[in-house]
């Protein structure tokens, strides 16, 4: 079957829930643009301040008896923003967690000093620890194969801001290769240093292209840079 590409337009701004941008909706997905600092799904202390939360909240247009609903297809850390897909189906759920490893996903992000090289691949074994921190192995029977593209877009005198393609995805991926070169993301209090000058999380999600579960028409969805960013980047350690 031929991809038809089709590039999603966001609806009007009346509409859109707490906390997010809607990027895409029909029947059977929904996209949204998620802001830094919302958690996906609820953690011990956090339970309706999350993208899950507000969404069916969303679709069931307040009605608490409505069997409308959305369905987890991934996840983004809760300091990361950018584009994160919902299911509103069962079977919209299923096609888009098994087709995932086929899909494109982009990234921005701003990380502390200069890259060695204007662009590359880090790849490594990615594993988890007892405290669910993820760490490289060279030991392929410890960790899964994962590997990271960067091209170097902007730098300053002390960071840099990135273009990432991720050819596979791991959990926290991006964060433990950057970590590992010696150029952590700015913000990442888990994977790299304190940073005085660091609101957030350096990175966003900036883009996916992905097949329609019931169309199959490829659609694209993307973010720009967040305006944050330029002063992150010219901020100094």
Same mark, same amino acid.
């Given at each position: 079957m031929k991809h038809v590409k089709k590039e999603l337009k966001r609806p009007p701004k009346k509409h859109q829930p707490k906390g997010m941008t809607i990027l895409y909706e029909d029947k059977d997905i929904i996209v949204v643009d998620k802001t830094n600092g919302l958690l996906v799904v609820s953690n011990e202390t956090v339970k309706d301040n999350t993208a899950y939360f507000i969404?069916?909240?969303?679709?069931?247009? &307040?009605?608490f008896k409505s069997r409308s609903r959305?369905?987890?297809?991934? /996840?983004?850390?809760?300091?990361?923003?950018g584009v994160l897909v919902?299911?509103?189906?069962? #079977?919209a759920k299923r096609y888009l967690q098994n087709e995932? %490893? &086929?899909?494109?996903? =982009?990234?921005?992000?701003?990380?502390?000093?200069?890259?060695? %090289?204007?662009?590359?691949?880090?790849?490594s074994y990615l594993a988890?620890?007892?405290?669910?921190?993820?760490? =490289?192995?060279?030991?392929?029977?410890? &960790?899964?194969? =994962?590997?990271?593209?960067?091209?170097?877009?902007?730098e300053s005198e002390k960071r840099s801001l990135l273009k990432i393609d991720l050819l596979t995805?791991?959990?926290?991926? !991006?964060?433990?290769?950057?970590?590992?070169? &010696?150029? #952590?993301?700015?913000?990442?209090?888990?994977?790299?240093?304190?940073?005085?000058?660091? #609101? /957030?999380?350096?990175l966003h999600a900036a883009s996916m =292209? !992905?097949?329609?579960?019931?169309?199959?028409?490829?659609?694209?969805?993307?973010?720009p840079i967040p305006a944050q960013f330029e002063s992150i980047l010219k901020a100094a350690r």
């Open positions: 969404l069916n909240d969303y679709v069931r247009k &307040g009605n959305v369905f987890i297809v991934h /996840r983004l850390d809760r300091e990361t923003s919902f299911a509103k189906t069962e #079977p995932w %490893e &086929g899909f494109k996903k =982009s990234y921005y992000a701003v990380v502390e000093g200069k890259m060695p %090289e204007k662009e590359g691949v880090i790849t988890e620890n007892g405290i669910h921190k993820m760490y =490289s192995t060279t030991n392929s029977k410890k &960790g899964k194969l =994962s590997k990271t593209s960067y091209t170097v877009i902007k995805g791991r959990k926290h991926q !991006i964060r433990v290769h950057l970590s590992d070169i &010696g150029c #952590p993301i700015v913000g990442d209090k888990k994977y790299g240093p304190k940073a005085k000058n660091a #609101p /957030r999380l350096a =292209s !992905i097949l329609h579960p019931y169309s199959k028409n490829e659609l694209v969805c993307s973010t």
